[in-house]
């Protein structure tokens, strides 16, 4: 699935601007991925502790693979108007598929694996899958789009999708330890109580929000742009992956360096570290570095830091999320680990819908070479406000205190 992922940020704004479509509607169309993905990450999150969950990957498996192959048969669509209907439907429906997909999948881990850090090692395993998958998707969508054109790469990656997903699903997953479904496991934790109940939920989510959010701010303009460094897609391609290599690297970090003592200092320098490096998403014009090939390799080291940064903190904030979430709902972790995965797909989706229309604003305004900063300026802003409200917290002192003792 998220071998695909990359390849509409990397093929469509061109197709698009073949078709006259503007920034702005362009930002719509990415942004039905999200609109999509939001409801059905809620929905999913009712459904599969009623529901045979080989059978729900099933069939969003189907629609994932339907809706990438849409995406493809965008390139036979001339009228601007049509182009945009069927593209915006396109991602809404490859967003429903993703943001069931990815909870459902989750979801096996605190089924199989109950101990909170087991959780967090096992979490990231899955994160390095779907980079790994990004990693590999990018430069295999540009090699078949500049050997056999622009629709032949939806049809092959989406048929891939189809298949394997299916082989993968029927074959493997029929395990009755896995899906075996008790009565009283047959619930869910109620949405208000869990997300409002505690100031630290709610200042943990905004984190994971704004930390998701370089991610994907720059996906309409960052082709466009990197177009100006270099006419080759596969360097382009390359480059934008380092986020995804940055992610894979975090998991080993959290799996080598993760202590409960140094638990806040990794979150502090893992923030610290992505604001400074947003300024070298252009990199910002005040560097004065006007060398191509200088400005194409100091981006990649950019997106590398900022995706080990993302990937540390989605841990780390997870496993925070797991024992906040134990502390209201006591003997619920399995639920609450679910739960906890849904408020990161939520973040995943929100920072979706709403960074594009950013990232296009300032690209239209400030450039697409200010975007980074400009960003850099609000998420510091935040930061600033979390450790004061959150970093002092009594809990996380006792519970340090408690291990040292």
Known sequence: VFSAYSTPILLLPSLAA?????????????????????????????????????????????????????????????????????????RFFTGVAEGALIPITYSFIPDMFPETEDMMVKFGILETSGSVGVILGAPLSSLIYEQLGYFPVFAIMSSTNLIVGMIIIIVFLKSDNILSFKKEDKKSLPIKEALFSNKSILLNFFFLFIFFFPNFMIQTGYQTYMETLTTSLYVSAGIYSLILVGMVAGVFIIKKCYSQKFERKMMFFSGMSAIMALTFYGPDPLFGITNSTAEIIIIGISFFVVGVAIEV??????????????????????????FANGLFVGCFTLDQFVAPYFGSFINDYMGYERTGTFFALIASFYFSAYWKFEAKDKKYTTMVDEIEN
């Open 18 to 90: 073949d078709r006259s479509i503007s920034s702005i509607c362009l930002a719509i169309i990415f942004s039905a991925f999200p609109i999509g993905a939001f409801p059905a990450s809620i929905a999913i999150g009712k459904l599969m502790r009623f529901y045979h969950k080989d059978k729900l990957l099933l069939f969003f498996n189907i629609v994932s693979s339907l809706s990438r192959f849409s995406i493809g048969l965008l390139y036979f669509i001339e009228d601007s108007t049509w182009f945009l209907v069927v593209a915006f439907i396109a």
């Open 313 to 338: 903190i989605f841990l780390i904030i997870t496993k925070i999320l797991i024992n906040e979430l134990g502390e209201i709902f006591p003997g619920e972790k399995e639920l609450c680990a679910d």
